[in-house]
């Protein structure tokens, strides 16, 4: 009987080694976060001590990216590995995944994860049609200081009171705080720094004595770019709860200042229940934003400030502190990289690739090129429908109803996208190569339409 049993525990410790090895998981997402609005990034304003702490201590990524730079759509790729025309949630206007289709979550919670979700869906159901083990969310966009949440997926919404990222925050620090034998994984999604920009009352004062600097592109003339930027419904000053750029902006630098409060927060609670290295960190955003380039606010477009986001991601076990990886990674690759953390096969079906060999800097055949999609059109912003692709060098955007469109930038020489190279006749060919690369990857991700 004793062999027997030594047998027994000689099988199993392997098994228990492996799951003693799966790092716990937390995924931090804001709204509308541009990837240069963090300290850590240079930004000549912005204070983020939290995210900046986060870069020193793991890596801060040069160049990451979203698909379909707008709220809904983006979310969903993050949750599903897929991009948006494979998962069906293409705009804004309350389409959501199939049951079809697996979160994420839905495979760590089968493989033993214990998996909690807080915060900002932007989806139809909000989430709860989901399986959760803590669920704390709110419908549609919520309201800074009018928050109505559910605790529980099958619960009502409660009135609760004051800033809404405080509020979800502290929530998914007491479910952090718990005692439990599992691994966890938290997706804990902030409101801010959402339209309209209201700060939390701490913060409202901020940035008051201090000039906020124009982009270099703030005058110049949309027209050079296309008729479908020109024309764009985004324009500063033309909306009552956008005035002017120096109002706007300061109210956006302070609701990130707010998350990042709170992301301080989350990494005092690790630290307190001894968990923080055992614990990978992600922080990212559904969307760039345009801050003052071009006059505009808002996103949408596949410009770089709108398309490219923060990713911040901390696991010493792992990552090399104060690591830049300067692959360009997507949002499709975050499901498949928490899942390649977790020790689980990655399914066929995601779009994505694991960015595990990138973190341990072991990344030796990565992606040339990603393909970007924008499908809301006709609707808010006026923004055209197009698809695009970005190599290291060059962007080629392509407004394929009519009346047609291009542009392209050489992203090295021209990193601001202030020259549209492509009415040169000599780009002709260049325009046509990647015309021809853009159908190779809708090929590749099953785009049928």
Known sequence: MNALRGLFLLLLMPMLAQAADRPNLIIMMTDDQRQDAMSCAGH??????????????GARFKHMFVTNSLCAPSRATLMTGLYSHSHGVIDNTGLTVPMSIPFVSDHLRKAGY?????????????????????????????????????????????????????????????????KREKPFCLFLFFKAPHRSWNPPTRHKDLYSDVTIPKPNTFNDDRAKKSMAFAKADNIIGKFPDVKDYESFARDYFRCITGVDDNVGKVLDALTASKTLDDTAIFYTSDNGFFVGEWQAFDKRFMHEVSARVPLLVRYPKMVKAGSQPAEMATNVDIAPTLLSLAGLPIPAEMQGRSLVPVLKGEASDWRKDWL???????GPHSVRKHRG?????????????????????DLKADPDERVNLAAQPEQAARIKELLARIEVLRRETKDAK
């Not at 309201?143 to 925050?169: C, H, L, R």
């Open 44 to 57: 000549a304003v912005l204070k983020t001590p939290n995210m900046d702490r986060i870069a020193n201590e």
């Open 114 to 178: 214990e998996v909690a979700f807080c915060g900002k869906s932007h989806a139809k159901g909000a989430y709860r049609d989901r399986e959760w083990d803590y669920y704390f969310g709110f419908q549609g966009q919520g309201n800074y200081f009018k928050a109505s949440i559910a605790e529980g997926a099958k619960s009502k919404d409660q009135p609760y009171t004051g800033w809404m990222d405080d509020i979800v925050t502290d929530k998914a620090v007491e479910w952090l705080q718990k």
């Open 372 to 378: 970007y999609e924008y499908y809301e059109y006709p």
């Open 389 to 409: 692709v970005r190599t290291d060098q060059y962007k080629l955007i392509h407004y394929y109803d009519s009346p047609e469109e291009f542009e392209l930038y």
